[in-house]
T-cell receptor, first 111, second 112 residues
Framework: QKEVEQNSGPLSVPEGAIASLNCTYS??????FFWYRQYSGKSPELIMS????GDKEDGRFTAQLNKASQYVSLLIRDSQPSDSATYLC???????????FGTGTQLKVEL | DAGITQSPRHKVTETGTPVTLRCHQT?????MYWYRQDPGHGLRLIHY???????DKGEVSDGYSVSRSKTEDFLLTLESATSSQTSVYFC???????????FGQGTRLTVV
């Protein structure tokens, strides 16, 4: 079992729709959770961080965390073509913030 | 912009040669990391550093060494490059109370 599981996609959504990206993790000691966006040929860009159970909203992005279920998700509202990228889920075990990455979900927002 | 610069950005080298990649930061952060990214594997931690001369191994450290003699520089050395080390290498730093991590532009290394 991989430490971090993400559906590789591609996940295709129409412009203006809500994109829902999911991630499960196996290590219960994970304390902090991060979502990165990576455009093709570019470096990962931090878009959301979440540290406690529940929802965290930032603009069009909402991160959801359920530590009991070892599940974290990212919702993107009003999806735009510029949101087309690979989204990486990364739990951290704390103590220096060593991240374990999933392989990412490719999102395609279609006109 | 987290003030991270990686050099070189691209490099082609021959099997068996040593290679050093440099990561430079301008903001005096304590934690620095080297990751590699390969299709099907995602980003994997190679080595990390908690401060000057304080380094430790990550998930895929075999064939790699690191050094940190100054806070601002974290060097990754491939002691004898192999084709399996062809990859994109990313440096990262932790900011904001050592929680959030930000990445450099990456170095594309090809070993032929």
């Amino acid at each position: 079992q991989k430490e971090v599981e993400q559906n590789s996609g591609p996940l295709s959504v129409p412009e203006g729709a809500i994109a829902s990206l999911n991630c499960t993790y196996s290590d219960r000691v994970s304390q902090s959770f991060f979502w990165y966006r990576q455009y093709s040929g570019k470096s990962p860009e931090l878009i959301m961080s979440i540290y406690s159970n529940g929802d965290k909203e930032d603009g069009r992005f909402t991160a959801q965390l359920n530590k009991a279920s070892q599940y974290v998700s990212l919702l993107i509202r009003d999806s735009q073509p510029s949101d087309s990228a690979t989204y990486l889920c990364a739990p951290s075990k704390g103590g220096g913030n060593k991240l374990t990455f999933g392989t990412g979900t490719q999102l395609k927002v279609e006109l | 912009d987290a003030g991270i610069t990686q050099s070189p950005r691209h490099k082609v080298t021959e099997t068996g040669t040593p290679v050093t990649l440099r990561c430079h930061q301008t903001e005096n952060h304590r934690y620095m990391y080297w990751y590699r990214q390969d299709p099907g594997h995602g980003l994997r931690l190679i080595h990390y550093s908690y401060g000057v001369k304080d380094t430790d191994k990550g998930e895929v450290s075999d064939g790699y060494s690191v050094s940190r003699s100054k806070t601002e520089d974290f060097l990754l050395t491939l002691e004898s490059a192999t084709s399996s080390q062809t990859s994109v290498y990313f440096c990262a730093i932790s900011t904001r109370g050592e929680t959030e991590a930000f990445f450099g532009q990456g170095t594309r290394l090809t070993v032929v």
